[in-house]
């Protein structure tokens, strides 16, 4: 399965951004899908997750209630709707597959796919 990041950009703080991952060669159905950030300068962090039904979430503290992650498995595609977007989520984004359960999604270790990154900067 190859993993397709797209829809980063630069926005001003306060504003919004969706991020898309698309599957290719293969179903995303089976999979919970994670998004994952690395600033300049800093480790990649888990950002957030969604289960293989799309019917779960869970997100670090600092995007709760601003972030929001989907998954569509007819269209074997995962979303990151981001609102509100703030200096500090500069970063590239990642998306990433894994079967793993939920204590397990923020270990990088843990995954199978990972998609290119794209950039999202938040700049005034």
């Known amino acids: 399965v190859q993993l397709q990041a797209y829809g980063g950009g630069l926005v001003q703080p306060g504003g919004s951004l969706r991020l898309s991952c698309a599957g290719s060669?293969?179903?995303?159905?089976?999979?919970?899908l994670s998004w994952f950030r690395q600033a300049p300068g800093k480790e990649r962090e888990f950002v957030a997750t969604?289960?293989?039904?799309?019917?779960?979430?869970s997100y670090i503290d600092s995007v709760k209630g601003r972030f929001t992650i989907s998954k569509d498995n007819a269209k074997n595609t995962v979303y990151l709707q981001m609102n509100g977007l703030k200096l500090e989520d500069t970063a590239v984004y990642y998306c990433?597959?894994?079967?793993?359960?939920?204590?397990?999604?923020?270990?990088?270790?843990?995954?199978?796919?990972w998609g290119q990154g794209t950039q999202v900067t938040v700049s005034s």
């Open positions: 969604v289960n293989w039904n799309g019917g779960s979430a």
């Open positions: 990433a597959a894994t079967r793993t359960v939920l204590s397990g999604r923020s270990d990088e270790r843990n995954y199978y796919y």
């Open positions: 060669g293969g179903s995303l159905r089976n999979y919970a």
